[in-house]
């Protein structure tokens, strides 16, 4: 959020538009929300691609999208993004954090401003906090004056544990990616699951698009819908042994995630609920733990439901 608030506050000013996309993290957007009260105009789009582009026009400053979405997964066409941001000199900001280098390099496609939740995948370790913004010198320049003056600083022992975090971050992803497709092919087939969110899924909406955009994996998120309500999803969060219910991704413990009342908690409930983010989904952040593990632990849930 230190990242996010930097570029809010260093690319924004009074009558400019900002256009984000309404299945963000949820602090980013309540905190753009917040922007109306310094006179931005703020235009929350649906999450697809073409929604994206038909809210952004002339008076668009920034456009704050992520590479894959949280929780859902849905997967932006950014070039098609950028394209559209450079002909109405429109500054393109995309929030990394799901999809990471390993993945995807959205600088390669034209997109100025890259931010990430440092706290995730590159640090790795589920130990530390921090944010990074990478752009051209130039633009850096000028969102470094304002990071002095908000004190959106890494602290130096944060910094050294993202350092070392960042020695294994590529090992460390393709394990996440592999441990991740299984558990997603392993899920799709379980008769208590209504549904599997994963890219990587040959028949999910944006494997074609992921395919084209992600060279090495998928990334290491995914959600499914059970078949249940609350009451099965508590049962089931309360059976795992290796899995650990708790908010956050990316680090090396596998951990489960109820969206409702994390990610999402601060969205008006028929809002996420058109955004699929209902009652019966769950986000698995999985983990570098051995896979027959893993399977064994779900497993052994699942049959408690
Ligand atoms: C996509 C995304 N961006 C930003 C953040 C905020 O990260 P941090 O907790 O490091 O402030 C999160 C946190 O979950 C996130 O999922």
């Not at 350092?163 to 441990?179: A, I």
């Not at 991704?249 to 596998?254: H, I, M, R």
Request: glycine residues 6%.
């Amino acid at each position: 959020m230190a990242a996010i608030s930097t570029i809010y506050f260093s690319t924004l000013k009074k009558s400019d538009k900002i256009v984000l996309s309404a299945e963000s993290y949820g602090t980013t957007l309540q905190l753009g929300e917040k922007l109306r009260d310094f006179g931005v105009e703020v235009k929350t789009s649906w999450p697809e691609t073409e929604n994206i582009i038909e809210s952004i026009d002339k008076n668009t400053r920034l456009v704050l999208i992520e590479t894959m979405t949280n929780p859902t997964l849905r997967v932006f066409d950014v070039p098609e993004i950028s394209k559209v941001c450079k002909e109405n000199n429109t500054i393109l900001a995309v929030d990394n954090t799901f999809a990471t280098p390993y993945l995807y390099k959205p600088s390669r496609d034209g997109v100025e401003i890259i931010i990430h939740s440092l706290t995730k995948y590159l640090a790795g370790h589920n130990d530390v906090v921090g944010g990074a913004v990478i752009s051209r010198r130039e633009k850096i320049l000028q969102i470094w004056d304002w990071r002095r003056m908000l004190g959106t600083i890494l602290p130096p022992f944060e910094a050294f544990l993202i350092m070392r975090g960042l020695k294994t971050f590529e090992l460390r992803m393709e394990k996440h990616c592999k441990n991740a497709q299984i558990i997603a092919e392993y899920l799709e087939d379980h008769p208590k699951i209504k549904e599997v969110l994963y890219p990587g899924l040959p028949n999910n909406k944006y494997h074609n698009l992921a395919r084209k955009l992600f060279k090495k994996g998928f990334g290491g998120v995914v959600s499914f819908r059970i078949r249940g309500g609350e009451e099965e999803v508590r049962k089931l969060m309360n059976s795992l042994k290796i899995i650990k219910p708790a908010p956050s991704l990316g680090g090396a413990e596998s951990i489960l995630t109820y969206p409702i009342i994390s990610a999402a908690l601060t969205m008006p409930r028929d809002v996420r609920e058109k955004l699929g983010i209902t009652e019966d989904l769950l986000r698995l952040s999985v983990g570098l733990e051995d896979i027959e593990d893993l399977i064994e632990d779900i497993d052994n849930a699942l049959s408690n439901i």
